[in-house]
């Protein structure tokens, strides 16, 4: 007998199907709803087109608004007036920072840096960790160097953005960074009770004090002023930040051009004392970069009540001249001989106390005023090495370069009270000259004319060779002893040039006839 034949499935088999169809649809879902799936990819791809359109729109803003600034920068104005047209002023806002403009995408709230020289990069809004960044800085008049000590830090793994006057660098993993800078010329300033009398910068830009009659003699130096910091990014996009530090840079200096070495580094320092004194050199240094140069006097310092009408008049004696005064700085006087160098300097420092300072040479005004000679090619650095044979009034000279006219001195002696008595020649004479005639020195008034081409003065400055050596506030390394530059009417032997080539073989403390000094002037 045949059975009847059921067809169908068993439950075995529903199972297994039922599973193999789940696992198809979790792959399917999978597929295309996963963080690579077909949605995420979709959604990645648009996410990257607004991007590229976002960046696109920036771009070519960033592009005209650069077009439309001379120095072909990015300003603010100019960016917003480009997005104005496209995306729209309602579509995005723009904040300026230190680091650059920061424009936000509306729709989006995407954000992009956007920086001064036109360099877009996508910006997140960082957290400030609250913790200084150690950081080192030095400089040479063409560039400042930020060195981040990152041996002070546990976290090394950073990237750091160096800031100087509020211009950013792009991110790097370099813990130095150099930027050259570009120091700048300031116009000379008026004092009061003062005006211009004659001459140009370049040439000597000479200013007199309309109460007193004394001379001055700008002497440009080329500076700036620099606020410094660095940021430094963790990989949480936390950030430490530096102090700012203001580093001011000048072209003031004790080297000399064209010496390989520093000269007076080798042999003498100068106590540069508080920054609140408006005597000391740190005072003065910081008003160099402020104002842009000095004054240096344009004459030796001369003792007050020496002239008679136009003519000096002296009193020659240790015990008449090393005395308390106000000195003056203005021709036909009698260099303020006889005079310690700190009793000299008091005096000095007793000339201007109000609106302008004045005190006692120091070795950075005179190397600047020397290096300003070269830059000005009214010396060059041969001629003032070899200065005792070239210009100025020296003993021993003979000839032409030792030829003046004006009111001088005959000295008889060269002990502490050598008596003097005045001479004045109207037509050019020599050294030669008035020795013979059985005089045993001769010291020229300040402001006397030499030979040939007005030698006697550099750029409208008087006397900086030859006449009396010169005290300076800089000190002796190792001693007590100050500084004595220039060169010698009286001691051939002592006749230095404008450019010492030795070291402090004249120094000392005590004034003798050969010694006298000069006033600088500043704010």
Known sequence: MKTKEIKGITLIALVITVIVLLILAAVTIGAITGNNGIIGQANDAKLQTEIAEEKEILGIATINAMGKDEEGNV?????????????????????????????????????????????????????????DLPIEISNTTESITITVKEEELQDKNLEYKYYINGQGSNKMKEATYTQNVTLE??????????????????TGYVIRDTNLGNEFVWVPV???SFEVYVEATNSNNEVMKSETKTIEVSELTRDIKGREENFYDMWGKETEGDINDKKSIAYFKKSVVQNGGFYMGRYEMGMPGQTNGDAPVLESSREARNIKGVPVCKANVMPWNFIDWSQAKENLESMYNSDVQSAMLNSYARTTTLNWFMDTDAKTFDEMTNSSEKFGIYSGQQGEN????????????????????????????????????????????????????????????????????????????????HRISGGSFKDYQMAYPIIDSVGFVRSGITGNLETSSRPILYK
């Open 222 to 224: 080329k500076s700036g």
């Open 185 to 202: 010329s300031k116009d000379p300033y008026m004092p009061n009770n003062f005006e211009h009398t004659e001459g140009e910068v370049n």
């Open 75 to 131: 300003t603010k104005i100019n960016l917003d007036g480009e997005l104005d047209k496209n995306p729209g002023k309602t579509n995005y806002s723009s904040e300026e920072k230190e680091e650059g403009i920061i424009v936000t995408f509306k729709t989006s709230q995407r954000k992009y840096l956007v920086e001064t020289n036109g360099n877009i990069t996508e910006y997140e809004d960082s957290v400030i960790i609250d913790e």
């Open 402 to 481: 030792a030829v003046f006219k004006g009111y001088y001195y005959f000295l008889m002696s060269g002990g502490q009270d050598s008596s003097a008595s005045l001479g004045y020649v109207d037509e050019y004479k020599s050294i030669l000259f008035i020795t013979e005639a059985g005089l045993a020195d001769v010291l020229i008034a300040t402001g006397a004319e030499t030979q040939p081409r007005g030698e006697n003065a550099i750029n409208n400055i008087f006397d900086l060779a030859g006449n009396t050596g010169e005290w300076s506030t800089e000190k002796q390394n190792g001693g007590e002893y």
